[in-house]
């Protein structure tokens, strides 16, 4: 059975730098043609992908948000990092991280974390 | 920057046939997903690479991709089925794309 489970601060500064953590199961970081993407939905509006980290530590950003995101990856935790620098309140959102497949696009999700950014 | 459009809103009676548009350029030459999201919970994966069903996903989700815009059906509407839907696809310049998302009022 995939899991993801999000885990990270609640509440952040503006000018702040953001870390989220991506815990998963029931697959491997390493298992060819993997990734872990993040996604954010700000509240009563649409999801919005940010970054995909792959099997093999090929990484993609969101051509928008790409100067503010890093994406790693720790095979041995099975944890996906997430970074995202000078944070602004317009960046509050639940933030999410997916599971992609080869094929499927984004089949397995987490709960997804609430990240308030204050003024 | 690559966008897709989704109308805000669809309504359907329970029973009847629900349709959701998502629409951009060229969209027929790209796989295009769908997504349904109930209220605080995260969204499930209702269709991927236009029309093929995930396991465990109801038969009354359908889906068609030509030209510019993909469609999701829902045949025969539950009550159930009321949520926010989202298409997303694949752009070589903005990678991957959500939709505006279409909330389904099953009145």
């Known amino acids: 059975q995939i899991t993801l489970k999000e885990s990270g601060p609640t509440l952040v500064k503006a000018t702040q730098t953001l870390t989220l953590t991506c815990t998963v199961s029931g697959f491997s970081l390493s298992t060819s043609g993997v990734g872990v993407g993040w996604i954010r939905q700000p509240p009563g509006k649409a999801l919005e992908w940010l970054a995909l980290i792959y099997w093999d530590d090929d990484k993609r950003y969101s051509p928008s948000l790409k100067s503010r995101l890093t994406i790693t990856k720790d095979t041995s935790k099975n944890q996906v990092v997430l970074t995202m620098t000078n944070m602004d309140p317009v960046d509050t959102a639940t933030y999410y991280c997916a599971h992609k497949s080869p094929i499927l696009e984004w089949p397995y999700w987490g709960q997804g974390t609430l990240v308030t950014v204050s003024s | 920057s690559y966008e897709l459009t989704q109308p805000p809103s669809v309504s359907v009676s329970p029973g009847q046939t629900a349709s959701i548009t998502c629409s951009g350029d060229?969209?027929?030459?790209?796989?295009v997903s769908w997504y349904q999201q109930t209220p605080g919970q995260s969204p499930v994966l209702v269709i991927y690479?236009?029309?093929k069903r995930p396991s465990g996903i109801p038969e009354r989700f359908s889906g068609s991709n030509s030209g510019n815009t993909a469609t999701l059906t829902i045949s025969g509407t539950q009550a159930m089925d009321e949520a926010d839907y989202y298409c997303q696809a694949w752009d070589s310049s903005t990678l991957f794309v959500f939709g505006t998302g279409t909330k389904v009022t099953v009145l």
């Open positions: 060229k969209l027929g030459d790209k796989y």
């Open positions: 690479q236009d029309e």
